[in-house]
């Protein structure tokens, strides 16, 4: 069992930036990756970025937060970041912590921090 506490949602302006913490506990050696997902209302949930736990930190990104976001992990805290700058409206949403894990890569997530974004 892997356990995610997520931290860092909040509500910025317009151009903002914020940072989303992931800290996970449990089988932590199991874990092959992790990434955050977000679902506004009304909309299915959706990748924002990954990062691999067990190679050299392969990093993906969706399109709309490429240039605006990073996301890096720290091992030694078993904790994953995602780093927002340059916040939209659009960017408002529940933001989700996965982590994959095991053999066979069974996702666990955390309980989800709200980012609002006004305009």
């Known amino acids: 069992q892997v356990q995610l506490v997520e931290s860092g949602g909040g509500l910025v302006q317009t151009g903002g930036s914020l940072r989303l913490s992931c800290a996970a506990s449990g089988s932590i050696y199991s874990i092959n990756s992790m990434g955050w997902y977000r679902q506004a209302p009304g909309a299915q949930r959706e990748l924002v970025a990954r990062?691999?736990?067990?190679?050299?930190?392969?990093?993906n990104y969706a399109d709309p937060v490429k240039g605006r976001f990073t996301i890096s992990r720290d091992n030694a805290k078993n904790t994953i970041y995602l780093q927002m700058n340059n916040l939209k409206p659009e960017d408002t949403a529940v933001y989700y912590c996965k982590a994959n894990a095991g053999s066979r890569f069974l996702d666990y997530w955390g309980q989800g921090t709200q980012v609002t974004v006004s305009s």
């Open positions: 990062i691999s736990l067990i190679s050299g930190g392969t990093t």
